[in-house]
């Protein structure tokens, strides 16, 4: 007589996180949300490209909304209640994904700019001339 064969479960364990740490970087092409945890492994990420914009509609402030809304939606279905908000770079979605977050319902503890500043250190590189 034939053992029963064992199945081995395929659904994956939710994940339960209270706290986290939202990091945006906004650079003039384009706008990565990075979501992790207070140790710093990912959880989940979105970008304006990986939402579907292509070429100049990634730099756009609505492309940055709606990549904050997917990596916000992915958050609020793990159960996230709070979150630090760490911006770096100079781009146009930087206002646009943080008022994103502010709406979503998530309780902020400190949003902080990160934007790496230099101290007179390497010579930019020469004016454009247009």
Known sequence: MPKPIKRLSSHKKKRV???????????FNNTIVTVTNSQGQVITWSSAGACGFK?????????????????????????????????SGPGPGRDTALRTIRKSGLVLHFVRDVTPLPHNGCRPPKRRRV
Do not use: D
């Open 55 to 87: 070429g100049t509609k990634r730099s756009t402030p609505f492309a940055a909304q709606i990549a904050t809304e997917n990596a916000i939606r992915t958050l609020i279905s793990q159960g996230m209640k709070q979150a630090e908000v760490m911006i």
């Open 17 to 27: 996180i209270f706290k986290g740490i939202i990091q945006i970087k906004a650079s």
